[in-house]
Every structure is written in structure tokens, then in C-alpha cells.
């Protein structure tokens, strides 16, 4: 470079790179509008339609030339519990329309393969492997009211939040876009948008390309479910019963909290919270742990199986009498044992109580299950337990698993309820 060309360098460097651009490293705004261009036509908007009125909007995308799409089971599942009354529909975004058929499910990880007549655009490419960390990537949908849209962010690896794995992906992720594709700078789809933090900026998550390879294979092996909300169902069931044996088959960490010794993580992505309440003016303190791993499936509005959840509180007696306090720590227990379950959603609720011997002293058990109305071969299953021990200290444990087979929440209950320790001589 001449003179003249290093100073104006210098004096532009908070602008401009000044370095020769590498093959390929083309302005973000370039690769953008390019792969744009390129994947458009194969990205529809899809519409659950009642009466010619829209239920709810998502996106699908073309994954070969038969008019085959994928999307998120969410998208489509109003259609599934009720396709007498829903129907499905695509877009394009130069506004031709046409009807879809749905053709299999992925409950687990909010899939839906749908069949469309449109086959003219080239299909999309999957991308099995994942990118990586800090790759560019663009994810494309139906936001709200907005058209066809392009975003453009970061690959970061899979998510430490989830049960199930997804994919960290750093750029918007706003609701329409649901089942959009998520594409390389060579147009391959490395995931699907499905969900984003409300709480946070950009941190959104994808389906990994590998399960929707899965999810084709497997269809092409076999039949469309005669019903699609029983295959719904059994997948959710399916799911839970995984989720309790991973649990119980995992090393347990315990947390102590008085005198008791009590289970809290139990499996990696476990998070447990831990809160005190010691007011000065208080008769009694408590402390809690509360622990849960996001592994909740969506089903309908309503209807979301899949969870589990523990918490143990503490009370400990600072100026009650005895009676009292007992009286206290019962009416506790009687507002935790406690469920408000919709009628509409669930059979009436099956309880049953005991005194139970457990490591150290006595606890009182609440057992209860309500079946799922329109699949009672599912329950949420609640447990509470309460400590009888002395009028010092007593701790109230609360378990709840939605969405459980009981021949899959009886083997993980009996361990947790093993793991529940007074130790009355610790100090």
C-alpha cells in the first residue's frame, strides 16, 4: 500500500476492515438476502383453519419434489385432537394455497410431516451433523402478520436446559415462525425453529436436522396411525416412562435441610433453587428446595404431559407451642396435598394415605392419580409426604409427574420415597 492508502486505513480502521475479503466470507446482509433467494419458494406458511378462519399460523418447508413438508407437531395439532373441525392449509409467499394431509408425528420432538401439491420449488437439503459453535445461520418463517422473513444469528451449540436435546441458536425466533427452516450459508437445514426465551433477547432453540431425517425414515417404513391423537398420546406416555427410568437408573444428589436428608437432583439437567424465609417476626422459618427438569411435551393448549417436579420445605418452630405448631405444619400439608386438575381434562382424582416407616421415622404418604379423560391409560400422579417427627422441625415434600403409565411412576415413587431421611441426631 502506498502512504496515502495506510493513513486513510488508519483513519477508517473503526469502520472498515482494511484486509482483502477471503472467498466465500461474503457481507452478512449479502448471505442473507442469497440464502433467502435460494429457500423462499420450498417455505410456506401453514394455517389450522375452521369455517375458512384462521386458528392458528406456523411454517413448514419443502423436503422433496412429492410435495412432502415438515413442520412442528404444535403447529398441527388442533388438527390432530380435532380434524373433523380443523383443517390444514399452506401458503406460499406469492399467495398460492392449497390443502395439506398429515402423514406422521413426532410428539417428543414437535414434529409433523405433512403432504402438500406443491411441487414445483426445489426442495431443501437436511444437514444431519450439527455446525459449529459461532457458525452464521438463518432462520426463515411467517412471523405474526409480516410475510415471508429472514433472520440472521449464531449457532451455539445444544442446549444445557432441556430434557430433550435442542439446538441454542442466538437470533429471533418470533411465534408464525414455528417449523420454519434454520439453514446454513450453503442453504442446508441444520434445524427447525420451535421455541424462544420470553424472558431473554435472541436465545432461541431448534430441532436438530437428525430427527427430522428420523422422522422421514421411519415414515417411509410404514403406515399413516389410524389416529393420530392415540399415536400422540402413546408417543407422550412413551416419553414420560423414559424420562422416570433415566431418573431412577442416575446417581442421586441429596440436599439437607435441618435434620432431614432429601433427594434433589436426580438426573443431569436437573435444576434445583434453594429459598429461605426467616422473618424476625415470624413464629416459624422456612426453607425450600425446589427442583425440575424441562421436559414437558406439548399436546393441545391444555394438555402438556411430560413433567417432573420435587420440592421440600422445611418449618422450623420458634415460638409455638407444640399443638400448636402441629396444627400449623398440618394445615400446610393440607393446602400442598391438594390439587386443582380441570374436570374437562381429568377423571376424578384416586387418592389413598399412609403412615409409612421410612429411613429415620415415621412420614405421613398422599398418593393420588387422575387419569387423562381422553386417555386413561396416562396419569398425573401427585405425592406428598410430611414428616412426623417432633415439634421442632418438620418437612413437607411434594412430587408431581404428569403424564405417566403407573406401571413407570410406582418403581421411581417407591425409590423416592426411599430416599427420604430424618436424621435426629444431626446438628
Not at 69 to 88: C, E, G, K, R
Not at 211 to 226: C, R
Not at 250 to 274: D, H, I, K, V, Y
Request: hydrophobic content about 40%; proline content about 6%; some cysteine.
Amino acid at each position: 500500500m502506498s502512504l496515502l492508502q495506510n493513513l486513510r486505513c488508519f483513519l477508517l480502521l473503526l469502520l472498515v476492515a482494511c484486509f482483502p475479503a477471503r472467498a466465500g466470507d461474503a457481507p452478512s446482509s449479502t448471505a442473507a438476502r442469497t440464502v433467502f433467494e435460494q429457500a423462499r419458494d420450498a417455505v410456506v406458511k401453514v394455517r389450522s383453519t375452521v369455517a375458512d378462519n384462521n386458528n392458528s399460523t406456523g411454517t413448514a418447508f419443502l423436503l422433496r419434489a412429492d410435495g412432502l413438508m415438515v413442520t412442528n407437531y404444535h403447529v398441527v395439532s388442533d388438527h390432530v385432537f380435532d380434524p373433523a373441525i380443523y383443517q390444514l392449509r399452506y401458503q406460499t409467499h406469492d399467495g398460492r394455497e392449497g390443502p395439506l394431509t398429515l402423514l406422521a408425528i413426532d410428539v417428543v420432538n414437535d414434529l409433523a410431516l405433512v403432504k402438500s401439491d406443491l411441487t414445483t420449488p426445489k426442495p431443501l437439503r437436511l444437514r444431519t451433523s450439527p455446525p459449529e459453535k459461532g457458525d452464521t445461520a438463518f432462520s426463515l418463517g411467517y412471523p405474526l402478520n409480516q410475510g415471508i422473513t429472514v433472520t440472521e444469528g449464531t449457532f451455539n451449540g445444544i442446549s444445557e436446559d432441556f430434557y430433550r436435546e435442542h439446538f441454542h441458536f442466538t437470533g429471533a425466533v418470533n411465534p408464525g415462525m414455528s417449523g420454519g427452516p434454520v439453514v446454513d450459508r450453503a442453504g442446508e437445514v441444520i434445524g427447525m425453529n420451535v421455541s424462544h426465551r420470553r424472558n431473554a433477547q435472541l436465545v432461541s432453540f431448534l430441532v436438530p436436522g437428525r430427527f427430522i431425517a428420523a422422522l422421514l425414515e421411519s415414515a417411509a417404513s410404514g403406515k399413516p396411525p389410524a389416529s393420530f391423537e392415540h399415536e400422540a398420546w402413546s408417543q407422550a406416555g412413551a416419553h414420560t416412562a423414559n424420562l422416570l427410568r433415566d431418573a431412577s437408573a442416575a446417581t442421586w444428589q441429596s440436599r439437607t435441610l435441618g435434620n432431614f436428608t432429601l433427594p434433589a437432583e436426580q438426573m443431569p439437567r436437573m435444576q434445583c433453587s434453594r429459598s429461605v424465609s426467616n422473618e424476625a417476626t415470624e413464629k416459624t422459618e422456612s426453607e425450600s428446595v425446589s427442583c425440575t427438569i424441562k421436559s414437558s411435551l406439548y399436546l393441545t393448549d391444555r394438555l402438556m404431559p411430560g413433567q417432573l417436579s420435587v420440592s421440600h420445605t422445611l418449618y422450623r418452630n420458634r415460638r409455638l407451642p407444640a399443638p400448636q405448631f402441629a396444627r400449623f405444619i398440618q394445615a400446610q400439608f393440607g393446602v400442598a396435598a391438594s390439587a386443582m386438575l380441570k374436570e374437562k381434562d381429568y377423571k376424578p382424582m384416586q387418592c389413598m394415605d399412609r403412615i409409612v416407616a421410612l429411613k429415620g421415622g415415621r412420614f405421613k404418604a398422599v398418593l393420588c392419580a387422575a387419569a387423562y379423560r381422553r386417555h386413561s391409560q396416562l396419569n398425573d400422579t401427585i405425592l406428598r409426604v410430611l414428616s412426623l417427627t417432633d415439634g421442632k422441625e418438620a418437612v413437607i415434600t411434594k412430587l408431581d409427574i404428569d403424564g405417566a403409565p403407573p406401571d413407570a411412576a410406582l418403581p421411581y415413587i417407591e425409590r423416592f420415597l426411599g430416599s427420604l431421611q430424618w436424621n435426629p441426631n444431626h446438628k
